[in-house]
């Protein structure tokens, strides 16, 4: 079945520092890919999405790049903010949604 | 326009006790999602329902659990006989359903068990 695997936190960086948060899928058909991020006592909120191969999801200064042939959906940001401190979810959408486990992002100022 | 709405926001239940955590989807949207999330753990799919059906329960524990969508009204996720085990946080999404579209989630049940 489908199947989404982000890599395991916590990651930590100083202010300013350049973020990758790796995620693979596996999946039989086509999915959308979606990255949601999740404040302290908080839900989870959309960050962005892609919905085809090659497509570019950006929002906030941060990006990720659907990769059929690596099947990879990584999220990326030049330079991080004590602000982006939260916990980040890479995601699938087919019949239904299914998340990875999350990796919590700790920056320091 | 709304968010999802879910409610309470915290609720604390003995053991043996029913729970039941309800969700409004926002406006326009019938299709529902339901994911436990326990402690320093990541979203565990527990259940999707359309109006009056429900599509995919693979990730419902077999016993106490279950769920509802109705036609009118919130839909209801249902736990029996509560165990310390169920304390957790259960999160709702809702959509308006197709593959492209993004789940949008409420604010959480936070469920604990004494």
Redesign the interface.
Known sequence: GNSVTQMEGPVTLSEEAFLTINCTYTATGYPSLFWYVQYPGEGLQLLLKATKADDKGSNKGFEATYRKETTSFHLEKGSVQVSDSAVYFCALGDDKIIFGKGTRLHILP | NAG?MQNPRHLVRRRGQEARLRCSPMKGHSHV?W?RQLPE???K?MV?LQKENI??ESGMPKERFSAEFPKEGPSILRIQQVVRGDSAAY?C?S?PGG??????????TRLTVV
Request: aromatic share 30%.
């Open positions: 999802v999602y994911y753990e990541g979203l799919f999707y599509i995919d999160f999404a959509s593959q492209d579209t993004e789940a949008f989630f409420g604010q959480g």
